[in-house]
């Protein structure tokens, strides 16, 4: 039996928005790259672990009243030979849940992290936005400025930054402001790599067709870089931040591992991982191994996470 002429000419049915962004050429290319999804999957993981710390964290390790010294040194899954309890991960020298402090203190290098990549990428888009919109001399000493701060290490430029910001900060509120100060020194040691890749694309967006039309019908330059120009620049900015989160909780891991960080009293994966490292040599293996083993696979992830979304927006790999 043939389908009559009606039939034939049914309209098929409509995708929704859901429908057509799992079958789009971005979630494709996501499907079946294993690497990104396991990435994905744990980065995921980590991060929902992390914002959910005071729920899944047996114990408070920041809370001086639910600590016992007699619970220090306490191997994984052993009974203390004191108190008869035991810890997942085990426990520092202090008696605190390893595995408690791997949550809370990874939520202070996820923020650490989120917002030191915020403050460079607002900084590096405007500053690259207004290098290559306005050019002269604008140009020319930002780009220069981006030029210096490049023949430093990014941890050198942190370093500096962060002891002449904790130097001018009041002694009484050194603790409490030292999160933010170690925001601020990571984000203006980030911002170049921003600048540099939205200048370039800036120089080439500004002379099409549609910023063209924008200035002949009044637009200001202010608003045609932000809603003409910046648009079409944040493609590679989402890769930069995406890579850029990796190094900046590598950064702040290293900047608290040498003792210039985080506060003791409010430790990141950088200073659990100095505290550790003074008990490797002593058969404490744990209190290293765990919170280096929670960075290695936060960053690893977040990277190789990056190194896909680089090429899943790149033109050229399609």
């Given at each position: 039996?043939?389908?009559?002429?009606?039939?034939?000419?049914?309209?098929?049915?409509?995708?929704?928005?859901?429908?057509?962004?799992?079958?789009?050429?971005?979630?494709?290319?996501f499907?079946?790259?294993?690497?990104?999804?396991?990435?994905?999957?744990?980065?995921v993981?980590?991060?929902?672990a992390?914002?959910c710390?005071?729920?899944?964290?047996?114990?408070?390790?920041?809370?001086?009243?639910?600590?016992?010294?007699?619970?220090?040194?306490?191997?994984?899954?052993?009974?203390?030979?004191?108190?008869?309890?035991?810890?997942?991960?085990?426990?520092?020298?202090?008696?605190?849940?390893?595995?408690?402090t791997?949550?809370?203190?990874?939520?202070?290098?996820?923020?650490?992290?989120?917002?030191?990549?915020?403050?460079?990428?607002?900084l590096?888009?405007?500053?690259?936005?207004?290098?290559?919109?306005?050019?002269?001399?604008?140009?020319?000493?930002?780009?220069?400025?981006?030029?210096?701060?490049?023949?430093?290490?990014?941890?050198?430029?942190?370093?500096?930054?962060f002891?002449?910001?904790?130097g001018?900060?009041?002694?009484e509120?050194r603790?409490?402001?030292a999160?933010?100060?170690?925001?601020?020194?990571?984000?203006?040691?980030?911002?170049?790599?921003?600048?540099r890749?939205?200048?370039?694309?800036?120089?080439v967006?500004?002379?099409?067709e549609?910023?063209q039309?924008?200035?002949?019908?009044?637009?200001?330059?202010?608003?045609?870089?932000?809603?003409?120009?910046?648009?079409?620049?944040?493609?590679?900015?989402?890769?930069?931040?995406?890579?850029?989160?990796?190094?900046?909780?590598?950064?702040?891991?290293?900047?608290?591992?040498?003792?210039?960080?985080?506060?003791?009293?409010?430790?990141?994966?950088?200073?659990?991982?100095?505290?550790?490292?003074?008990?490797?040599?002593?058969?404490?293996?744990?209190i290293?191994?765990?919170?280096?083993?929670?960075?290695?696979?936060?960053a690893?992830?977040?990277?190789?996470?990056?190194?896909?979304?680089?090429?899943a927006?790149?033109?050229?790999?399609?």
């Amino acid at each position: 039996m043939t389908d009559t002429p009606l039939e034939q000419a049914a309209p098929k049915p409509q995708m929704t928005k859901m429908q057509r962004w799992w079958d789009s050429d971005f979630m494709y290319s996501f499907r079946h790259a294993p690497v990104a999804v396991v990435s994905f999957v744990v980065v995921v993981l980590l991060v929902m672990a992390a914002v959910c710390a005071p729920l899944l964290a047996p114990y408070d390790p920041f809370n001086p009243a639910t600590l016992n010294l007699m619970n220090g040194f306490t191997p994984p899954g052993e009974a203390n030979a004191f108190t008869g309890e035991s810890f997942l991960l085990g426990t520092d020298d202090q008696g605190r849940d390893v595995f408690s402090t791997i949550l809370y203190g990874m939520r202070i290098s996820l923020f650490v992290g989120f917002s030191a990549v915020l403050l460079a990428m607002v900084l590096g888009v405007f500053l690259g936005l207004v290098a290559g919109y306005v050019g002269g001399w604008t140009e020319t000493i930002i780009m220069r400025v981006a030029d210096v701060q490049l023949t430093f290490p990014a941890i050198l430029v942190a370093m500096l930054i962060f002891g002449i910001a904790k130097g001018i900060t009041p002694a009484e509120y050194r603790d409490q402001m030292a999160i933010w100060v170690l925001i601020l020194a990571i984000g203006l040691s980030d911002w170049v790599q921003f600048a540099r890749v939205v200048r370039g694309t800036t120089l080439v967006e500004k002379n099409k067709e549609y910023v063209q039309a924008a200035k002949l019908i009044g637009r200001s330059p202010l608003a045609i870089m932000l809603k003409h120009i910046l648009p079409n620049v944040l493609s590679p900015v989402l890769v930069i931040a995406t890579i850029s989160l990796a190094l900046a909780i590598i950064a702040e891991a290293t900047l608290s591992f040498l003792g210039v960080g985080a506060p003791p009293t409010k430790p990141s994966l950088g200073t659990l991982i100095r505290i550790g490292q003074e008990f490797m040599f002593s058969g404490e293996w744990w209190i290293l191994l765990f919170p280096a083993g929670t960075l290695l696979a936060l960053a690893l992830s977040i990277n190789l996470l990056g190194d896909w979304l680089r090429d899943a927006l790149n033109p050229r790999m399609r």
